[in-house]
């Protein structure tokens, strides 16, 4: 079972883009805590999550995609406790 994503075990679990989008989002918040922060740790902090927040739109995109390929398939059961489209059960 996961965690987080949705399965037949955790049917009000999250899609993965939508997780993804939620930490990008709460990444943006705290940075603008430390826009005007003129310490010397404050710029490579936001530097590194300006990289992050490139490569979560990366992954966010990947998700998306995988996602528009699945629904190829029909809708998701896994909310109802249905079979996965892909996989094994």
Same mark, same amino acid.
């Given at each position: 079972?996961?965690?987080?994503?949705? !399965? *037949?075990?955790? =049917?009000?679990?999250?899609?993965? #883009?939508?997780?993804?989008? #939620?930490?990008? @989002?709460?990444?943006?918040?705290?940075?603008?805590?430390?826009?005007?922060? *003129?310490? *010397?740790?404050?710029?490579?902090?936001?530097?590194?999550?300006?990289?992050?927040?490139?490569?979560? !739109?990366?992954?966010? @995109?990947?998700?998306?995609?995988?996602?528009?390929?699945?629904? !190829?398939?029909? =809708?998701s059961q896994a909310a109802t406790g249905g =079979? *996965?489209?892909?996989?094994?059960?």
């Amino acid at each position: 079972m996961t965690r987080f994503l949705v !399965t *037949p075990e955790n =049917p009000t679990g999250w899609r993965l #883009e939508d997780i993804l989008s #939620e930490i990008q @989002k709460d990444i943006i918040r705290r940075c603008s805590k430390i826009l005007e922060d *003129p310490s *010397p740790v404050a710029a490579p902090v936001r530097y590194n999550n300006v990289r992050i927040m490139g490569m979560l !739109t990366e992954c966010i @995109k990947l998700a998306e995609d995988s996602s528009r390929l699945l629904n !190829t398939l029909g =809708p998701s059961q896994a909310a109802t406790g249905g =079979p *996965p489209r892909i996989g094994l059960p």
